[in-house]
């Protein structure tokens, strides 16, 4: 089966840090480009990062620069989102999501909540 | 950042009704431009891909046009399993970012 499945989330404090990881199935992995899109409760879809199918390249939204590193393994099928200096403003489910058809977001995780708060 | 404004933020539609969503892009995206629809509790899923391709699976009832800065989703026909949010996604000049959504309620 093609699928996504984000795991890390959980509760920190702010200032802590956190790692995600997405492991992804039934696809070839490293052929493709793979995105975080993190949704605040009750809010709308935000694109947070993004990560070339070899690695080499990254990007990122302003308001997690500096703070967030994505990084992926191809052998192990896994995308990771390290995220540093967390704020409460960066709770959120996160998603990872496929960048497939015409460079659209075509497989999505199911989600990850992560909370900050002390 | 190329901004992407949806309208209207609420649709209060029966069902059999006809749906008709709007994305307005800050600057000009060509057609650059998707929509998913997401419900509660889940993760959002492709519908449309460069403003007017449907993704695989998507019924025919749904339908995109557009190009530029002004794009449209329409719902020929609300079936009781389209009451979702909608949101609209932009890839120019690859950086990605989503309209706020429209929701569509049942009335």
């Known amino acids: 089966e093609v699928q996504l499945v984000e795991s890390g989330g959980g509760l920190v404090q702010p200032g802590g840090s956190l790692r995600l990881s997405c492991a992804a199935s039934g696809f070839t992995f490293s052929s493709y480009w793979m995105h975080w899109v993190r949704q605040a409760p009750g809010k709308g879809l935000v694109w947070v990062s993004r990560i070339n199918s070899d690695g080499s390249s990254t990007s990122y939204a302003d308001s997690v620069k500096g703070r967030f590193t994505i990084s992926r393994d191809n052998a192990k099928n896994t995308l990771y989102l390290q995220m540093n200096s967390l704020r409460a403003e960066d709770t959120a489910v996160y998603y990872c999501a496929r960048v497939g058809i015409a460079w659209y977001f075509d497989l999505w995780g199911r989600g990850t909540l992560v909370t900050v708060s002390s | ?107």
């Open chain 2, 1 to 107: 950042e190329i901004v992407l404004t949806q309208s209207p933020a609420t649709l209060s539609l029966s069902p059999g009704e006809r749906a008709t969503l709007s994305c307005r892009a800050s600057q000009s995206v060509s057609s650059y431009l998707a929509w998913y629809q997401q419900k509660p509790g889940q993760a959002p899923r492709l519908l449309i891909y460069d403003a007017s391709n449907r993704a695989t699976g998507i019924p025919a009832r749904f339908s995109g046009s557009g190009s530029g800065t002004d794009f449209t989703l329409t719902i020929s026909s609300l079936e009781p399993e389209d009451f979702a949010v909608y949101y609209c996604q932009q890839r120019s000049n690859w950086a990605w970012t989503f309209g706020q959504g429209t929701k569509v309620e049942i009335k």
